[in-house]
């Protein structure tokens, strides 16, 4: 059984503990939530700051060229790169993951179509995140379902549904519920036997454990900076596109930013090479600055760490409820299996969402996801072993005093 004195040590002896320095951390809170809203970063603070009074403030105009704004979405599509294992030029940091998304599955249809397939069908997951699926289904209500039809099927029957059927697999790496990660370098694999394309939704892997995308050979991914990636709020996503694709592409939101030549305003649309293709308008400078800034976070950190420390985190703070006696009224809904992990623990709980709010209460930010979830997100780079020893003591403190019980967890707020 570990005790107070066990989880410092734990933490003195953790290589990535001094990470947490780059981090503001507010008095009183254990932050379980990373995997929704990543922490500020005090770097991120200070570029937002310098971006508004010095480059807004006094250069105006002339901040597009003099402090390089232009270049924001592909500068900092590159450092993103880095954090999942895409080489230069083929990562545009922009719009959200559902916009992205949409671009990102009208240019795998166009690729298919360029290599004569009459293939339209777009497998995924019946759990995936909805705002993937829902966007499948737009398109699918816009261009009919003779040239894109959804068809979705349990995580567990991927591999035995891929056929030459399907135009293109969407996943998610990471289950948002369950934590669940799928082998994404053995279904790309499965996948291109069948000549099918992939598209990975990152938004619960970049940041949190490492990503190979151009060794995976994923043809297509996209994911958000405002989880693991610390961002903020709203930040701008990701897209990848694998380099080999890059001339056979037909992006659908055909903006200036993606124009071969945007200051030229001819009337025709010629798309520029590259990733560049991918942007549609004038990227929002203020929020792409405060990810650039928020990146130099991960400056010497290894992934490889990172993933070490987040399942040490998780294998902690399950051990510990274990430990209280608290795992048979909290089902862990995550696979047995580290590997099959995310960065997260999941629980399902009759009262989850009235044992969130205590806990919120209590400065313990967890999160709620429907119908009866508590999620807690474990982010390496500034959660630290202590905090998870305190937090499942103010876990056990709430369920002894039937806390997550109270009359005014009755109402749900706007956002859970
Ligand atoms: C958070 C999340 C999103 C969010 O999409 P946005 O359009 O950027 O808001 C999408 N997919 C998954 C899997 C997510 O976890």
Request: charged share 20%.
């Amino acid at each position: 059984m570990i005790n107070e004195a066990a989880a410092r040590k734990l933490d003195s002896e953790d290589i990535l503990a001094h990470v947490r320095e780059r981090f503001v951390i507010p008095e009183g809170t254990i932050y379980l939530d990373g995997n929704s809203l990543g922490l500020l970063t005090y770097a991120a603070q200070e570029r937002v700051s310098k971006t508004v009074s010095e480059e807004w403030g006094q250069d105006l105009i002339t901040s597009w060229n003099a402090h390089q704004w232009i270049d924001l979405p592909l500068r900092v599509g590159d450092r993103i790169g880095k954090l999942v294992g895409a080489t230069a030029g083929q990562v545009a940091c922009c719009d959200s993951i559902s916009v992205n998304l949409t671009k990102a599955l009208v240019a795998a249809l166009s690729v298919q179509n360029a290599r004569g397939e009459r293939r339209h069908k777009v497998l995924s997951t019946v759990d995936n995140f909805p705002t993937d699926l829902y966007m499948v289904q737009g398109l699918q209500d816009l261009l009919g379902k003779g040239n894109c039809e959804l068809k979705l099927v349990e995580e567990k029957s991927l591999s035995s549904e891929l056929n030459d059927d399907v135009a293109v697999l969407l996943v998610t790496e990471v289950n948002f519920r369950t934590g669940r990660r799928l082998p994404i370098a053995e279904l790309t694999r499965l996948a291109h036997d069948n000549n099918i394309l992939v598209i990975v939704d990152l938004a619960h892997s970049a940041g949190a454990m490492p990503v190979c995308l151009d060794e995976w050979q994923v043809d297509f991914a996209v994911g958000c900076t405002y989880k693991y990636l610390n961002g903020g709020p709203g930040a701008p996503a990701f897209v990848y596109a694998a380099e080999r694709h890059h001339a056979n592409i037909k992006q659908p939101l055909r903006g200036w930013m993606g124009h071969a030549q945007p200051f030229a305003f001819t009337n025709d649309y010629e798309p520029a090479a590259g990733i560049r293709q991918f942007l549609a308008g004038t990227p929002p400078v203020i929020a792409m600055v405060a990810v650039e800034g928020a990146l130099t976070a991960f400056d010497q950190v290894d992934l490889k760490d990172v993933r070490d420390k987040s399942l040490r985190l998780a294998r902690l703070f399950h051990d510990l409820l274990h430990d209280a006696g608290l795992t048979q009224m909290l089902q862990c809904i995550a696979p047995e299996q580290e590997a099959q992990r995310g960065s997260q623990l999941a629980y399902a709980f009759d009262h989850a969402y009235g044992l969130c709010q205590a806990l919120i209460e209590r400065g313990v930010i967890a999160d709620f996801r429907a119908p009866n979830y508590i999620r807690f997100g474990f982010t390496p780079l500034y959660t630290s072993y202590h905090e998870i020893w305190l937090a499942v003591q103010i876990i056990r403190d709430v369920i002894a005093t039937e806390d997550h019980l109270d009359a005014r967890w009755q109402q749900r707020n706007a956002v859970t």
